[in-house]
């Protein structure tokens, strides 16, 4: 699975010495994935290994190309990998591709965290960043004014194109709804982020372009073909709609920037195995006349490169049938009409609607009569669709931690907030929200109730939130 996926210019001062040390920084400042005494021996293939972990350094000089693989190896089967490909002959910059997988066996849901790698960020702080047309490649926001106005007037007509997509985010009553920098710092990597910086503007841009101009707090967002504005109030937090527009950009525009073989770690492991294979086969047919062993160990290497080619072929066709299958359901949601359209509501939690939807359909199943086609449509559904119930494992925490309520303990505090709830206890009652979603309240009496009572806010609690 492609947790992350970009490509992006740097400047020419990032070159191979600087990119090497910048991704060993990276990897000792980790809390996680540091691996002890890592130092490059300054060869052109080095590899280091600890407890799970590996990073390894290749450098090819006659493509200029150098690459970094970085993969850590969890519970349950899961495999990391972190991928940085530098192209340092490119024109007008340099390239950088940066690729994040994550490979498992598991069917457990898994939700990005929608938040920009650390490397990227590293990088950008730096200054690395490039500049992209006339934007530069950071993690600050650009003020719009009357000097640069014309910049989002030619994105809004499509007049003006960048490599990375564009936010413009605009003025409500004199304040933001999402904040411009902690918005560049969200899509640093991805996307270049200009803000509004007067009402002024707006009233120009509403006059040169007939009113398209997103406007009070509206937000736009503009790629080479496609342009969507949105309003960050029709989202329940700003949390998810900054997490909703990351993964908007991710999935709907830079997936389908297609990395090319040499952008990748297999695709590069492919071609240094091709060569070694092709001078393996230059070698053994020079020594033909040799004696039969020598050949015969050689042909052993050979296999061995093959079987290894092999397995990285399977690799890279997995990834490409990955591609395929991201960009035809993507297909499917502007061309066709899916079973089911997800609408504006995120997941407040891995799994959450999936398993709304699985609860109602087993709800509706039981109902149905015999021999309908109704049943057998609900009946095909439910076995289609598969869930690990973690609302139901919500629910059964509630009661037990409820069960006993005498007043809002540590222990009692701790437990609901390890279901995802937060408390607020400055007024008469505690109250508790879910997830951080502020639309649903409950207010919880500090004084302790007897059973009843305590089944009761049970109940309407799981009612409201689960």
């Given at each position: 699975?492609?947790?992350?996926?970009?490509?992006?210019?740097?400047?020419?001062?990032?070159?191979?010495?600087?990119?090497?040390?910048?991704?060993?920084?990276?990897?000792?400042?980790?809390?996680?994935?540091?691996?002890?005494?890592?130092?490059?021996?300054?060869?052109?293939?080095?590899?280091a290994?600890?407890?799970?972990?590996?990073f390894?350094?290749?450098?090819?000089?006659?493509?200029h190309?150098?690459?970094?693989?970085?993969?850590?190896?969890?519970?349950?089967?899961?495999?990391?990998?972190?991928?940085?490909i530098?192209?340092d002959?490119?024109?007008?910059?340099?390239?950088i591709?940066?690729?994040?997988?994550r490979?498992?066996?598991?069917?457990?849901?898994?939700?990005?965290?929608?938040?920009?790698?650390?490397?990227v960020?590293m990088?950008?702080?730096?200054?690395?960043?490039?500049?992209d047309?006339?934007?530069?490649?950071?993690?600050?926001?650009?003020?719009?004014?009357?000097?640069?106005?014309?910049?989002?007037?030619?994105?809004?007509?499509?007049?003006?194109?960048?490599?990375?997509?564009?936010?413009?985010?605009?003025?409500?009553?004199?304040?933001?709804?999402?904040?411009?920098?902690?918005?560049a710092?969200?899509?640093?990597g991805?996307?270049?982020?200009?803000?509004?910086?007067?009402?002024?503007?707006?009233?120009?841009?509403?006059?040169?372009?007939?009113?398209?101009?997103?406007?009070?707090g509206?937000?736009?967002?503009?790629?080479?073909?496609?342009?969507?504005?949105y309003?960050?109030?029709?989202?329940?937090s700003?949390?998810?709609?900054?997490?909703?527009?990351?993964?908007?950009?991710?999935?709907?525009?830079?997936?389908?920037?297609?990395?090319?073989?040499?952008?990748?770690?297999?695709?590069?492991?492919?071609?240094?195995?091709?060569?070694r294979?092709?001078r393996?086969?230059?070698?053994?047919?020079?020594?033909?006349?040799?004696?039969?062993?020598?050949?015969?160990?050689?042909?052993?290497?050979?296999?061995?490169?093959?079987?290894?080619?092999?397995?990285?072929?399977?690799?890279?066709?997995?990834?490409?049938?990955?591609?395929?299958?991201?960009?035809?359901?993507?297909?499917?949601?502007?061309?066709?009409?899916?079973?089911?359209?997800?609408?504006?509501?995120?997941?407040?939690?891995?799994?959450?609607?999936?398993?709304?939807?699985?609860?109602?359909?087993?709800?509706?199943?039981?109902?149905a009569?015999?021999?309908?086609?109704?049943?057998?449509?609900?009946?095909?559904?439910?076995?289609?669709?598969?869930?690990?119930?973690?609302?139901?494992?919500?629910?059964?925490?509630?009661?037990?931690?409820?069960?006993?309520?005498?007043?809002?303990?540590?222990?009692?505090?701790?437990?609901?907030?390890?279901?995802?709830?937060?408390?607020?206890?400055?007024?008469?009652?505690?109250?508790?929200?879910?997830?951080?979603?502020?639309?649903?309240?409950?207010?919880?009496?500090?004084?302790?109730?007897?059973?009843?009572?305590n089944?009761?806010?049970?109940?309407?609690i799981?009612?409201?939130?689960?």
């Amino acid at each position: 699975m492609i947790i992350y996926s970009t490509k992006i210019h740097v400047k020419d001062s990032f070159n191979t010495i600087t990119f090497i040390e910048l991704a060993i920084q990276w990897n000792q400042s980790s809390c996680y994935d540091a691996i002890p005494n890592l130092s490059w021996d300054g060869s052109n293939s080095y590899t280091a290994e600890y407890n799970h972990r590996k990073f390894c350094i290749q450098i090819l000089e006659e493509d200029h190309i150098v690459a970094i693989h970085f993969e850590r190896e969890e519970q349950n089967d899961v495999l990391w990998s972190h991928d940085f490909i530098l192209h340092d002959k490119e024109e007008p910059y340099p390239t950088i591709s940066i690729q994040i997988l994550r490979e498992t066996r598991s069917n457990l849901p898994f939700v990005p965290d929608g938040k920009p790698p650390r490397f990227v960020r590293m990088l950008l702080d730096a200054g690395y960043g490039a500049m992209d047309y006339d934007l530069p490649i950071s993690n600050q926001a650009i003020p719009i004014t009357f000097s640069n106005y014309f910049i989002v007037r030619d994105l809004i007509f499509q007049r003006r194109h960048y490599y990375l997509p564009v936010v413009y985010v605009t003025l409500h009553w004199g304040n933001y709804i999402i904040s411009p920098d902690e918005l560049a710092k969200r899509l640093q990597g991805i996307a270049h982020v200009l803000y509004e910086t007067t009402y002024a503007i707006s009233k120009k841009l509403q006059k040169d372009t007939a009113g398209k101009n997103p406007h009070t707090g509206l937000i736009g967002l503009y790629c080479a073909t496609s342009s969507q504005i949105y309003h960050p109030k029709d989202y329940a937090s700003s949390q998810i709609f900054c997490r909703h527009l990351y993964h908007t950009i991710q999935q709907h525009y830079l997936m389908n920037f297609r990395l090319l073989y040499n952008e990748t770690w297999s695709g590069l492991q492919n071609i240094i195995l091709q060569r070694r294979t092709e001078r393996l086969m230059r070698e053994k047919q020079d020594t033909e006349m040799e004696m039969e062993q020598y050949i015969n160990d050689f042909d052993e290497e050979i296999q061995g490169y093959k079987n290894a080619l092999e397995n990285m072929y399977r690799k890279v066709q997995a990834l490409t049938i990955e591609n395929n299958q991201l960009r035809n359901n993507q297909s499917q949601l502007i061309q066709g009409t899916p079973i089911l359209i997800k609408g504006n509501e995120e997941d407040l939690y891995p799994g959450e609607i999936q398993d709304f939807v699985c609860d109602i359909l087993k709800n509706e199943l039981l109902r149905a009569i015999d021999h309908t086609r109704r049943k057998d449509v609900l009946t095909s559904l439910v076995n289609a669709n598969h869930t690990s119930y973690p609302r139901q494992k919500k629910r059964e925490e509630v009661k037990n931690t409820l069960k006993a309520y005498t007043g809002m303990t540590s222990t009692i505090r701790k437990r609901l907030e390890d279901i995802g709830f937060s408390i607020d206890s400055t007024s008469p009652h505690h109250k508790i929200t879910f997830e951080g979603d502020q639309r649903y309240t409950f207010a919880l009496s500090k004084s302790p109730g007897d059973t009843r009572g305590n089944k009761n806010a049970a109940n309407k609690i799981i009612t409201l939130f689960l």
